[in-house]
């Protein structure tokens, strides 16, 4: 009589039952991986049941340690609480904010409050530190009272991401990242606003105009995806009879002009994947891509955000600020770019209209002018500020022969120099104007409120706040220019370059393709930005 051989019983960690869901989309053998790992196919086939869990789960883990010791999904006993503590935490984290054991302690026992909870519920000790265990989230630091570990957990990441570099067989053009950020577009230094405003209204406030902007490039900083700007407005006035498509960034909008998982996911997927392929097959690379983002209640799950081989990984939450490469002076720059094109753009408005006063030029900023004006300044930034953002991340990045930026602070005095020329603006200082330039910190993603976190894990649903901002309402008919008059103002144009001296014959040979474009059924179609070797 034979009998049966009991299999010894193996654990598994989240992270190698992950990797063992990804080894298997990539066509791998089934029995070759669960023969490493020693499980039976019906434990394999059971990670895929729970994949969306699994991934989840790993996503939302902080260090590579703690996703290395973790074998179980166990839940929590009251789950609305501990999702609610851990997006407060994400977001407190998010912004710098130090935290204390005995913060999150009350924190938890607030959201239990709210969420109508165990009322013997006392947040203890023991709690806490399952919370913590359950989120991947390191002891406290030395001091013993604040959550340190970001730098710590910065380079755990560092070396896990290069490994996945190596396994994968990724190359830098391969890699992406994008982040949101928030854009207040009319934002002027404060000493101007004050001096302004207080000739024309005493007490008036300034109101906050806001977009949100996502910005996307691959590490070799060879392709750039077209903005993504994100207003208030569904139909703005501005856009009354515009071809979309002919913009130089995509629009849409959300009713506070923040990030949501719609957004993104729909960019995700009619953007970002379509034209990841069109670029890797121009490159004669395979369909592979790995978008990492930073882990924001905005972004849908790793899971949603995947066709084939082009894929989304998240970033660990306490450490985007330090390693995301967008964060690394890529975004500060677009910003930087922006305000001055704005300044020149107004500049050039008081030059046509000279007996406009300061108030009724901002008002000339629509967000079809924001549009251009970001669209503009993210082309300023070049190859080598995207390829430098990723040294924190990645050290050993391969470099591109791009050549170095050669820009100095002589550019930074020049501006300055111009912008004292604007009406009422010849006192505004170089600390001032420095601050105004640096001094937009908006993250582009609703922060929630207690209350906002409380409703979004019992309903699961997105809080918006509703707006004001000005629509199309249909009474405008302007149809713009016919061709006729179209055609008619190109010509004028170039009458102008023509007389001028300094205008070179080169540029103006460049210029007159432009009678070409005017065609009734010829558009310049907005395309991504592949720049060249």
Not at 127 to 144: C, D, P, T, Y
Not at 161 to 179: T, V, Y
Not at 445 to 468: F, G, K, P, R, T
């Amino acid at each position: 009589m034979t009998t049966s051989v009991k299999r010894k019983k193996v654990t598994v960690t989240m992270e190698q039952k992950l990797q063992a869901l990804f080894r298997i989309d990539a066509g791998e053998s089934l029995t070759k991986i669960t023969q490493e790992l020693g499980v039976g196919k019906q434990t394999v086939s059971d990670w895929k049941k729970k994949r969306i869990e699994i991934e989840n789960f790993c996503a939302k883990m902080v260090s590579a340690d703690s996703l290395g010791n973790r074998r179980t999904l166990r839940k929590p006993n009251n789950e609305a609480l501990d999702e609610a503590l851990y997006i407060w935490f994400c977001q407190q984290r998010e912004q710098g904010v130090p935290l204390s054991g005995v913060t999150l302690q009350a924190i938890a026992i607030k959201f239990n409050e709210k969420l109508k909870g165990d009322p013997t519920f006392a947040a203890s000790v023991g709690w806490l530190s399952r919370w913590k265990n359950r989120h991947g989230i390191r002891e406290l630091g030395v001091s013993g009272e604040i959550l340190s570990g970001d730098k710590v957990a910065s380079e755990d990441f560092k070396t896990k991401f290069e490994k996945f570099i190596s396994d994968e067989d990724l190359m830098p053009c391969q890699i992406f990242n994008a982040d949101e950020t928030g854009l207040n577009y009319k934002m002027l230094p404060k000493k101007t606003l004050a001096s302004k405003l207080d000739s024309v209204a005493k007490g008036y406030k300034v109101k906050k105009e806001r977009v949100t902007l996502l910005p996307c490039s691959n590490a070799s900083g060879d392709l750039k995806f077209p903005l993504l700007v994100i207003g208030k407005s569904v139909k703005p006035r501005a856009f009354k009879n515009v071809n979309m498509s002919a913009l130089p960034a995509q629009y849409t909008s959300q009713k506070s002009a923040w990030m949501n998982g719609n957004i993104f996911k729909n960019w995700f997927f009619e953007t970002f994947v379509p034209t990841t392929k069109t670029f890797l097959k121009q490159k004669k690379l395979p369909e592979k891509a790995v978008l990492f983002i930073d882990n924001a209640p905005c972004h849908p799950s790793e899971s949603e955000l995947r066709d084939g081989e082009i894929y989304v990984k998240f970033l660990p939450p306490n450490v985007t600020s330090l390693i995301q490469p967008m964060d690394q002076g890529v975004i500060e720059t677009t910003k930087r770019l922006y305000r001055k094109k704005l300044i020149m753009f107004l500049l050039e408005q008081q030059e046509a209209n000279p007996l406009v006063n300061f108030m009724d030029l901002l008002k000339k900023v629509t967000i079809k002018t924001v549009l251009y004006l970001a669209a503009e300044a993210w082309e300023g930034v070049k190859p080598e500020t995207l390829q430098k953002s990723w040294k924190k991340l990645w050290p050993n990045i391969p470099q591109e022969n791009y050549r170095r930026d050669e820009t100095t602070s002589n550019e930074d005095t020049d501006f300055i120099q111009v912008f004292q020329e604007l009406e009422g603006c010849a006192e505004v200082e170089a600390n001032d104007i420095s601050e105004w330039i640096n001094g937009d910190t908006d993250v582009g993603h609703q922060v929630l409120s207690d209350d906002e976190i409380v409703n979004a894990c019992i309903e699961n649903i997105e809080i918006e706040v509703d707006s004001s901002e000005d629509e199309d309402d249909g009474t405008d008919q302007s149809t713009g220019p016919t061709h006729g008059e179209a055609t008619a103002m190109l010509e004028q144009l170039m009458t102008y370059f023509e007389k001028q001296i300094e205008h070179k014959h080169q540029s103006h040979l460049k210029k007159r393709p432009w009678r070409k474009s005017l065609s009734p059924i010829s558009f310049s179609v907005r395309t991504p930005m592949y720049i060249k070797d």
